[in-house]
């Protein structure tokens, strides 16, 4: 595997929860999972196997047990990632692990009790506090939105539709990666904003879990965060660092059941597990490094954190086990899960200056209101020096923006009132100057009522325009400004100091891990041995030793293998299952649909890769519609449909037996019904007949009025069919022509 400079791996940590009750009571059996804090490994009895099978030691970047608290796991593990989110990386959390072990108690935790808060609310106080203490200079706009994918469709959790909406697509930009294009996102000012949001999508996945069975297990959660923070860099420019956080309770890890699902319920079960098998073939993929070939594409999972595996973005998994004995497959299965994602290198950078940051917009929108409120504020202050005679303060330095804000709108006030005044004076004045004729007098009334009208139009302009630009500028986080700390310094020192332990411990942790892989190394380079005895027991225990790892490693290799026939059996039967249902549908294709009308459809299907979905392609290329679509002829009102230049050729062809009848339908009621003794009159009928056809538009036109029997007097019955196929075919050759 390339290790370049500025790859990390990604960081894997384990959480094992308390026994619960109801397992306490199960029996003496206890616990299957050990865990070294300072080392931090994992060891997993099996609890079928006999005292003398060594026990499976796994080792990461850190594991805390059932007593363990949410701060510790925080501090330790997820206080740097979110640290390096506002310093513009992108950073993903990921819960993973079987249903019950505590994924979303690691990432929500109990939000009334402060103990107990999980990573999320933790993440929140971090962003804003972080922002209340970093220096005026910065401006910050935090997003957050929050999705969910069931059923292998995304789902948008702040949108009160996402019920009955179909699933969102995903797109791909070279600039930000794989995004969902149509996502809610909330701007958020506060903790209690984004707590808001929060709460908004979990009600919404908590109605959704009332209607369908297993749904909170089954379904992955996101929540997005996206910190965008400008600042004035030493070139004097304002740049923007975008930080993208993804915080992800995924659906439990556990095998799903699969026998006797059928058709319909067989695809769903399919799509069920979809994005967790994509998932471990994206890791396998990703840990192996030899293969070239990620598949991220397989499912909405993979493709929405390909940036998290693999890509720009740092990222940690938190692998929750249980410790209960009846687990232990799917505990194990999630230990080797972890152990394969530690050697994931993923490449983050700082994304400096990308073209979509919204922040640059809101700065954009309100340097505009701002400049219409600055025009507004100089077209009254010349006014107002132009209507008053008494001079106004000279323009004197206000330093602050806000007074120089508060100053525009005392300004405006002021001159509005006075306005106000002076023209209800000149009102009066109007009123009472005898003068003036009243025609005059009303007119100039009228005039002063419209120029008051105006002034209160644009003083109501104003006021919008104010809201407005006050409405953008909130949005927009000030460092120290907007949001008011209100931790004392005790409690400043105290965080700082819990941070620094929880650093120092992380950091004894690897050391301790680093030792004991050098130890192995260097243990015979330090030995010397006083006598042959001594040196056949060091040996003779090196041996024993390394027997055990080999046994370890022997029943790991067993291990795999049984679990790789297990899911071998699996895609068997799967594949059984779909290769039945595809026969079933083949045996209808071939039997009830008419193989022209299969072909036709076959050869208009194409495979839509961004949707995973069959399509029809349209009939006529889309861009050549307006050309090439013919539109079908129409008549004039009361007239029969004209003959097409086609049938009129095949017409006088007769080759087609199909266009004989052209124009030969009469489509009124028959009232006069045949009988035999109109039969005589046939010969005269065909004469009358003719010349009338003849006549008629055909021979300019092609257009024929259809008559019926009770119009025309000459008319006959239905046995003159033949005598209209005459008519036209000897009428349609000239207009044919
Ligand atoms: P999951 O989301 O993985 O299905 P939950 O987070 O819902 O599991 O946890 C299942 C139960 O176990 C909850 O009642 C939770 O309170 C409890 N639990 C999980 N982890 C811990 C822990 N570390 N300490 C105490 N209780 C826990
Ligand atoms: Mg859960």
Not at 468 to 475: D, V
Not at 476 to 487: A, C, E, F, P
Request: include cysteine; hydrophobic fraction near 30%; proline fraction near 4%.
């Amino acid at each position: 595997m390339s290790k370049n400079k500025s790859s990390e791996s990604v960081k894997v940590v384990v959480r094992c929860r308390p026994l619960n009750r109801k397992e306490e009571s199960n029996g003496p059996s206890g616990e299957i999972v050990q865990m070294d804090l300072r080392l931090g490994q994992v060891i997993l009895r099996n609890p079928r196997a006999s005292h003398s099978e060594p026990q499976k030691t796994f080792t990461f970047d850190a594991v805390y047990d059932g007593n363990s608290k949410q701060r510790d796991l925080y501090d330790e593990s997820v206080r740097p990632l979110i640290d390096s989110v506002l310093a513009g990386f992108n950073g993903t959390i990921f819960a993973y692990g079987q249903t019950g072990t505590g994924k979303t108690y690691t990432m929500q935790g109990m939000w009334l009790d402060t103990e107990k808060r999980g990573v999320i609310p933790n993440a929140f106080d971090h962003i804003f506090t972080h922002i209340s203490r970093s220096q005026s200079d910065k401006q910050y706009l935090v997003r957050a939105s929050y999705l969910e994918i069931y059923r292998e469709e995304i789902r948008d959790l702040l949108d009160p539709s996402h019920a009955s909406a179909r699933g969102l697509e995903l797109r791909e930009s070279p600039e930000t990666g794989v995004y969902v294009p149509d996502l809610t996102s909330c701007v958020c000012k506060s903790i209690k904003e984004i707590e808001e949001v929060m709460n908004v999508g979990n009600q919404a996945r908590a109605v959704a879990a009332t209607h369908m069975n297993e749904y909170s297990s089954r379904s992955h959660a996101l929540f997005l965060i996206t910190v965008e923070c400008g600042q004035p860099g030493p070139d004097g420019r304002k740049h923007i660092r975008v930080g993208r956080l993804n915080l992800v309770d995924l659906a439990g890890s556990e095998r799903q059941a699969k026998t006797g699902v059928q058709g319909e319920r067989l695809k769903e079960a399919a799509k069920i597990n979809l994005s967790l098998s994509a998932l471990g073939n994206v890791i396998s993929a990703l840990a192996d490094g030899r293969s070239g070939h990620v598949p991220y594409r397989d499912s909405k999972l993979t493709r929405l954190l390909q940036d998290s595996l693999g890509g720009n973005a740092k990222t940690v998994m938190v692998a929750t086990l249980g410790p209960a004995p009846q687990h232990y497959d799917e505990t194990l299965t999630t230990l080797r899960y972890a152990n394969r994602a530690k050697n994931i290198q993923n490449q983050p950078r700082v994304n400096e200056d990308p073209k979509d940051a919204l922040l640059r917009e809101f700065q954009r929108e309100i340097a505009r209101l701002r400049a219409q409120l600055n025009h507004r504020k100089w077209r009254n202050k010349q006014k107002k020096e132009r209507s008053d005679d008494q001079a106004s303060d000279p323009d004197g330095d206000e330093d602050g923006e806000c007074e120089e804000e508060e100053q525009v709108e005392k300004d405006a006030e002021d001159y509005v009132k006075r306005e106000e005044q002076r023209l209800e004076r000149e009102k009066e004045a109007i009123r009472g100057d005898r003068s003036l004729l009243a025609d005059e007098k009303q007119r100039l009334l009228g005039e002063k009522e419209r120029m008051m009208g105006d002034l209160r139009k644009e003083q109501e302009a104003t006021e919008q325009l104010t809201a407005k630009y006050k409405a953008m500028e909130s949005k927009l986080l000030v460092g120290g400004k907007n949001i008011i700390d209100h931790t004392n310094e005790q409690q400043k020192m105290l965080e700082v100091k819990r941070q620094e332990i929880a650093e120092q411990s992380r950091n004894e942790r690897e050391m301790q891990q680093q030792m004991m892989v050098q130890d192995d190394e260097t243990l015979e380079l330090r030995e010397t041995f006083t006598s042959l005895q001594q040196e056949v027991e060091a040996k003779t225990k090196k041996l024993k030793k390394l027997y055990a790892k080999l046994q370890c490693i022997k029943a790991e290799i067993q291990d795999v293998n049984d679990e790789h026939v297990r899911s071998r059996q699996e895609l068997e039967q799967t594949q059984n299952e779909l290769t039945r249902e595809l026969k079933f549908k083949y045996l209808i294709i071939e039997n009830f649909i008419p193989p022209e009308e299969k072909n036709k459809i076959m050869s208009r299907m194409t495979f839509d890769p961004e949707e995973d979905q069959w399509k029809f392609q349209p009939l006529v290329p889309a861009e050549s519609k307006p050309l090439q679509m013919k539109k079908r002829p129409t008549s004039a009102v009361g007239y029969k449909r004209p003959i097409s230049q086609y049938a009129r050729v095949a017409i006088t062809m007769g080759a087609n037996n199909r266009f004989r009848a052209e124009n030969i339908m009469f489509l009124e009621l028959d009232m006069n019904p045949p009988n035999t003794a109109s039969l005589g009159r046939f010969k005269d009928a065909e004469l009358n007949q003719s010349s009338s056809v003849d006549n008629s538009p055909t021979n300019d036109g092609g257009v024929h009025k259809s008559r019926s029997w009770y119009q025309s007097q000459k008319s006959l019955t239905s046995s003159s069919s033949n005598v209209s196929l005459s008519a036209c075919t000897t009428a349609t050759p000239a207009s044919a022509q």
